[in-house]
């Protein structure tokens, strides 16, 4: 968030409002962008979301027939990155070609299609919206971020690499689940006749599926539809439990621990979290959807550097190409942060996957500012006695964020209480009423 501090957090929980209020009295027409139900509006109809979740699941549609989109977002690692290895170190995962990487850390899938199509806010002066970590996905096309997303990692050759957006639409009408593709379709639904050799061309890279002008647009139009039902799975319940801590507190059937407590006060109050991930009241998703560069360092064992020693994750700006947007990425939601599928699965954190730790974000908003640069530390320890220069030096967030004065046991009780937004706090035999 780049706005005054004020229009920043209009979105804070009803506990926090006075407060805000009483801070914002300097400036009362702050105006009030709300997110609405109408700007989250969009063609993603519920009734898509089992053949979603088919899509979602299904290895085949990849070139090799050995990743879904569910390899690099698992359900059990709350729908992020599952490989430990992986996120100890680069944090970037191989495609379905293995010894092809992107560049950036898998978000999140889940949560993210309440992202409004991405707009400008002249005010605050930053993107709002969008899914991706740059935003590119903006979703002007089909009036949904996530499914324009869903389009993307099929045919993207360091991700699923089928050859032609025809191989995905051929190999779900194809699929065990064809019978919920024909329902998607409806009565009216046409079923493509591909050509004969269609198998043996989609096994192939650089292939493209001749089809007559006609159908292609009919193919590209269900091919926008699979967008659409991958969209409908993520916006689903399974996907969006709200099953967390801190939905149990809110809903008045659980308590937090003294230190989950105080570390909420923190978030809302000296460590300024609540500005960019606001905490606002029951299913709160803990971003605005705005995008700043907040400092984060580069991460040296990102497979991209092997091939470009000089790479550079301009984010929003690389994408746009303004200067002014250089280095900005999403606000992630913090939901599920530390859920991880199996007994000491590691995470990692931020686009870069540079932390390996809660505790290390949280030492680093607090102390960015505070430590000296490792450059100019004879024995550099990464966050012990300096943090690296960002990875983007333009555009860094230096108002909200890099000293805000917490001692160790607030930087703590802040830890405690995002563990608090795991999802599945009952499942792991948490009865209502317990701590
Ligand atoms: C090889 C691993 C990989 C596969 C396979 C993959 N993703 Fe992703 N996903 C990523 C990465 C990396 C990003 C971030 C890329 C970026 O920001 O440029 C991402 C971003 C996303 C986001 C954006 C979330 C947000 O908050 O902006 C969603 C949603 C998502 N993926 C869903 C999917 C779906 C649906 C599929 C299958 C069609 C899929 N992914 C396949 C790695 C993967
Ligand atoms: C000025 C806006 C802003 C403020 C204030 C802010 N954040 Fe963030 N947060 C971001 C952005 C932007 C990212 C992603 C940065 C990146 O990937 O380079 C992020 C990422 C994170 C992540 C990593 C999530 C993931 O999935 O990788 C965590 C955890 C986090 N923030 C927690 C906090 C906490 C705790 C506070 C308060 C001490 C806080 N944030 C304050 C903007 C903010």
Redesign the pocket.
């Known amino acids: ?2 706005g005054s501090a004020c229009t ?1 957090r209009r979105a804070v929980s009803a506990a926090m409002l006075t407060l805000i209020l009483a801070a914002c009295q300097d400036d009362p027409s702050a105006p009030a962008t709300e997110l609405t139900a109408a700007s989250r509006a969009s063609a993603v109809r519920s009734s898509l979301a089992p053949l979603g979740k088919a899509v979602f699941n299904d290895e085949n549609l990849s070139l090799r027939r050995n990743q879904s989109c569910a390899s690099c977002h698992d359900a059990a690692w709350g729908f ?1 990155s599952p490989n430990s290895r992986f996120n100890a170190a680069g944090a970037v995962l191989p495609g379905s070609v293995r010894d092809r990487f992107g560049n950036r ?1 898998p ?2 899938a889940a949560y993210a299609t309440q992202a409004p199509v991405r707009f400008f806010d002249d005010v605050d002066e930053t993107y709002v919206g969008g899914n991706f ?1 740059d935003g590119r996905a903006t979703g002007a096309r089909l009036g949904s971020p996530a499914a324009e997303q869903a389009l993307g990692p099929f045919v993207n050759p360091v991700e699923m690499a089928l050859p032609d957006p025809a191989c995905v639409v051929f190999r779900v009408s194809k699929g065990r689940y064809r019978q919920l593709f024909r329902e998607a379709l409806g009565r009216s639904g046409q079923v493509l006749t591909f050509p004969a050799n269609t198998e043996a061309l989609c096994a192939q890279e650089g292939s493209k599926i001749p089809l007559s002008p006609a159908d292609s647009t009919t193919m590209m139009a269900q091919y926008d539809l699979i967008g659409l039902a991958v969209a409908a799975f993520e916006a689903s319940p399974e996907v969006n439990s709200f099953s967390s801590k801190y939905d149990a507190v809110l809903a008045g059937q659980a308590r937090f621990t003294p230190d989950e407590a105080r570390g909420f006060g ?2 809302n109050g000296k ?3 609540f ?3 606001p905490a606002a009241g029951p299913q709160a998703l803990f971003t605005d959807y ?5 400092g ?1 360092p580069a991460n040296p064992e990102n497979p991209v550097y092997v091939g470009n020693p000089a790479f550079l994750d301009l ?1 929003v700006g690389g994408h746009t190409g303004e200067p002014s947007e250089h280095g ?7 939901r599920n ?1 530390t859920r991880v599928g199996m007994r000491a699965g590691r995470k ?6 540079a ?1 390996k730790s ?1 505790e290390q ?2 030492h680093f ?2 102390t960015r500012d505070v430590l000296p640069a490792c450059d100019a530390v004879a024995r550099p320890r990464f966050g012990v006695n300096c943090w690296p220069a960002p ?1 983007v030096t333009e555009n860094v ?1 230096t ?3 890099g000293n ?1 004065g917490l001692n160790a046991s607030e930087e703590a009780a ?1 830890v405690a209480f ?1 563990h608090t937004l795991d999802d599945g706090y009952q499942a792991r035999g948490h009865a209502p009423g317990g701590i």
């Open positions: 968030m780049t920043a992020s850390k978000p999140s970590w923190v978030y460590g300024g979290c500005a960019c991930h705005t995008y700043d560069n907040i984060v984010g900005k990425v999403k606000v992630p939601t913090l942060l990692s954190y931020m686009h870069n996957g932390f809660l974000v949280v908003y607090n990875e967030n108002d909200e964020l805000l802040l995002l």
